[in-house]
């Protein structure tokens, strides 16, 4: 698609206006209801399903099959992602209420993480097209790795800081409890970090490991940076209101690091089919139709086994118990 500089103006301008208004709604620290919660992740969907319907209006089909298709990924990834900001709650003993503002900051933080991702990945590969090797041999890599990492329970372990945000926490002091939304306080004549900022740090920063598997996921599904700005910004933008949705199914999807195994493997291919078309190399080359279709079909069958083998489970507990 040939975006012109207004276009992506006006398209930066609308996502902060619906952030501002995110923020504003949910500013007041608060318990998030399901029915809150159901209500607003609809209300992404929805927005995200108009985005790609003026897209389809706007431009075809092909740029709105190649959106779906990476909202639909990267959607299904932050899901993945969700566990890790479960274990980052529990570790920091996040209050309930003050839940929704650590994960909108993460949010906006995760956003300008990935705008920057988006804008280096586009400037690789306008230069070097053989880093599609590199992306997809990296997917195939990160599919093999989801699926040892499923073997032995990766999403049951505890969240360990990284060395970054504990060089932070040595350099600036943290405080004992939880000051409200307060990210810094006076104490002792020192101004030191609350759990707060803490935490806020940790989404983000964890947002980066993130970012190193869904950009050149989507990348395999598009090679638009408009296209992979906008469903990157969409599939985030509803994160927080699905974490208070899915909250309490996310250890009945038991098998969702395995589908997202199975579409990152399938993208990876598809990377590297895309390559060699590139250098020369006679290969078929996976349509978006194709994509858009085995991920959706992908995701479906991966809820449906998970519930299943779920309920199972708690079939097979309540006797013992």
Not at 113 to 118: K, S, V
Not at 184 to 208: H, Q
């Amino acid at each position: 698609m040939n975006v012109s500089l207004t276009v992506w103006l006006l398209t930066v301008a609308g996502l902060c206006v619906l952030v501002a208004a995110d923020f504003f709604i949910g500013r007041k620290p608060h318990d998030v209801s399901i029915r809150e919660a159901g209500i607003w992740t609809a209300v992404w969907v929805v927005l995200a399903c108009l985005f790609g319907v003026g897209l389809w209006v706007a431009a075809g089909g092909a740029p709105a099959g190649e959106f779906f298709a990476g909202y639909i990924t990267e959607k299904s990834l932050s899901v993945d992602n969700l566990f890790v900001f479960v274990l980052i709650m529990a570790k920091f003993a996040v209050p309930s209420e003050y839940q929704q503002r650590v994960l909108m900051v993460g949010v906006i933080v995760a956003l300008v993480l990935r705008a920057a991702f988006i804008a280096a990945g586009a400037a690789i590969i306008s230069a070097f097209s053989w880093v599609f090797y590199i992306f997809g041999a990296f997917l195939i890599w990160t599919a093999w790795k989801l699926v040892q990492d499923a073997h032995k329970g990766g999403h049951d372990e505890e969240y360990e800081e990284n060395r970054l945000l504990k060089s932070i926490e040595h350099r600036f002091g943290v405080a004992d409890r939880y000051h409200g939304t307060k990210l810094w306080i006076e104490e002792n004549g020192k101004r030191v970090m609350t759990p707060m900022l803490v935490v806020m740090l940790a989404i983000g920063s964890t947002d980066v490991l993130f970012a190193l598997d869904s950009i050149p996921a989507i990348y395999g599904l598009t090679q638009d940076p408009y296209i992979v700005f906008t469903a990157n910004a969409f599939a985030l933008m509803g994160l927080r209101q699905l974490y208070f949705l899915i909250g309490g199914l996310l250890k009945r999807l038991v098998h969702l690091s395995y589908g997202l195994s199975v579409i990152l493997g399938f993208i990876g291919v598809k990377l590297v089919l895309h390559a060699l078309h590139e250098s020369g190399v006679h290969v078929p080359e996976i349509g978006i139709p194709f994509s858009l279709g085995f991920i959706v079909l992908v995701l479906a069958v991966t809820t449906v086994t998970s519930l299943v083998a779920a309920r199972r489970q708690e079939e097979r507990a309540g006797p013992e118990g």
